[in-house]
């Protein structure tokens, strides 16, 4: 079992930054594949970004490469998302995911991550 525990969202104008944090609990976390996802209202999850257990391999979504970056640091068992360059329609519900498996950072849909926080609320005004 795995607990994971966003926070670092809140409201940003567009052309700002923000950072969001993910700190893991219960299993081992260095062998976890983590990935963001994010869900604006009446809309799906969408992938955002992951990263592979060393962190020496990421993925993006195409809507934010470039502005966005995925990192982790396994000795404080927290992953991140720097998020720059924000447009209003980076408004969203941002979840933190871990994969339970052997899996893949190339995996992008919702059923192959099997824990998630419970969110952060990013809000990009213009």
């Known amino acids: 079992q795995v607990q994971l525990v966003e926070s670092g969202g809140g409201l940003v104008q567009a052309g700002g930054s923000l950072r969001l944090s993910c700190k893991a609990s219960?299993?081992?976390?260095?062998?976890?594949?983590m990935g963001w996802f994010r869900q604006a209202p009446g809309k799906e999850r969408e992938f955002v970004a992951a990263?592979?257990?060393?962190?020496?391999?990421?993925y993006y979504a195409d809507s934010v490469k470039g502005r966005f970056t995925i990192s982790r640091d396994n000795a404080k068992n927290t992953v991140y998302l720097q998020m720059n360059s924000l447009k209003p329609e980076d408004t969203a519900v941002y979840y933190c995911?871990?994969?339970?498996?052997?899996?893949?950072?190339?995996?992008?849909?919702?059923?192959?991550?099997?824990?998630w926080g419970q969110g952060t609320q990013v809000t990009v005004s213009s």
């Open positions: 990263v592979s257990r060393s962190a020496g391999s990421t």
């Open positions: 219960g299993r081992t976390f260095s062998r976890s594949i």
């Open positions: 995911a871990a994969q339970g498996g052997s899996g893949s950072y190339y995996y992008t849909e919702v059923n192959e991550y099997d824990y």
